[in-house]
């Protein structure tokens, strides 16, 4: 017997202002014709005045607690991705914890920017699969509106705001890919690009800072490394291509989407695709696809999902999943 985290709830939640990408030409020499081109994005949603990362957290986790029929306490941890959260500390997760009345187990962040909900998903399954833990609210949260240089038209036109969750329960299994739940995971960094995606502040330079991107350089990491982390993570349960129901990619870019499902060898068919809605939400954007998918009627009970993302650091990863 082994054990397994399946996911038993899921939720999402986005704040009001839609923004689309006609209201940066009054401000940017830019154009919804360039944005949608090069990225793929046609609106993002951004947080209201005095919305925090952990605001939208508690909508989602709410959302996921209900979808479950589960009550906060049924919780043993959160474990929340974040590079956005509302304080230095305490955490994000434990505001989410004290919103959502949960008054037993434990919650923490983690910060590995937009791969942050792939990190996320293998601490959870870590924690299940070592008996810590039976069930695990993992969230992706973030309010990227606040880290944005309004005059650097190569990044500002591309982030949004948003928050989606999920809930891990142990559940038993057989040992093989035919289990539901998590059945493998790839993380990887690599510190030497750490000047090609950042935040030119932070905690010990006394400013918060804006977010700074070299997009030609990520770009080229991304399609390369997206699809080799999902192809190691394929590899580690012996699941093929043709087995794969759905890719949810991490939402950066639509063409990094389209050339990481083309080097897999899976059809478009096989994506969910939410970018043009979203914008780039960082750690929020997979568990928001996958929320959005489930609604859709895209992602259906016993479906494989391959989840890949990469962001700052650089870092990187994958988890597969039947559904
Ligand atoms: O989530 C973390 C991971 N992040 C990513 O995956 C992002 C990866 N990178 C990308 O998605 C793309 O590189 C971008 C969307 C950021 C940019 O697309 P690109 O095709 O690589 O364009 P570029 O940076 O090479 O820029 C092309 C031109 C430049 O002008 P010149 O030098 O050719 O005259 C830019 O100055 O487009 C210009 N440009 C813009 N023009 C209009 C850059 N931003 C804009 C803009 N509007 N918003």
Redesign the pocket.
């Known amino acids: 017997m082994t054990t397994r985290a399946v996911v038993v709830g899921l939720g999402h939640y986005l704040p009001e202002r839609v923004v689309p990408n006609s209201e940066f030409e009054a401000s940017?020499?830019?154009?919804d014709q360039?944005?949608r081109s090069?990225?793929g994005i046609e609106r993002r949603h951004f947080a209201a005045e005095g919305e925090t990362t952990s605001d939208l957290a508690t909508q989602a986790a709410k959302k996921a607690l209900r979808s479950a029929g589960l009550e906060a306490n049924d919780l043993d941890a959160i474990v929340l991705a974040t590079s956005t959260a509302d304080l230095t500390f305490p955490s994000a997760a434990t505001m989410v914890q004290s919103a959502i009345g949960m008054t037993r187990g434990f919650a923490f962040d983690v910060q590995a920017?937009?791969a942050g909900f792939v990190y996320a998903m293998a601490n959870a399954n870590a924690l299940i699969v070592s008996g810590q833990a039976k069930r695990v609210m993992v969230i992706g949260a973030e309010t990227f509106s606040r880290i944005m240089d309004w005059t650097d038209?190569?990044t500002c036109?591309?982030f949004g705001d948003g928050a989606g969750a999920v809930i891990l329960e142990a559940q038993d299994g057989v040992g093989d890919k035919t289990d539901r739940g998590i059945l493998s995971v790839d993380l990887n960094s690599d510190g030497q690009y750490r000047d090609i995606?950042y935040v030119d502040g932070g905690v010990s330079t006394h400013t918060t800072g804006y977010l700074r991107?070299q997009?030609?350089e990520?770009?080229r990491h991304?399609v390369e490394k997206l699809a080799k982390t999902a192809t190691t993570a394929m590899e580690k349960i012996d699941l093929s291509n043709d087995e794969v129901d759905w890719i949810v990619p991490?939402q950066?870019?639509i063409?990094?989407i389209q050339g990481t499902a083309k080097k897999l060898g899976l059809s478009m068919d096989h994506v969910v695709v939410t970018v043009q809605d979203h914008g780039?939400t960082?750690a929020a954007s997979i568990p928001l696809a996958l929320s959005v998918g489930v609604e859709r009627g895209q992602i259906k009970t016993g479906d494989v999902v391959v989840t890949e993302a990469?962001?700052?650091g650089l870092a990187w990863g994958a988890v597969v999943l039947r559904w």
């Open positions: 940017l020499d830019t154009s360039w944005i090069r990225s920017v937009c038209r190569s036109v591309l995606l991107m997009g030609k990520v770009f991304a991490h950066a870019n063409r990094i780039n960082s990469i962001g700052g």
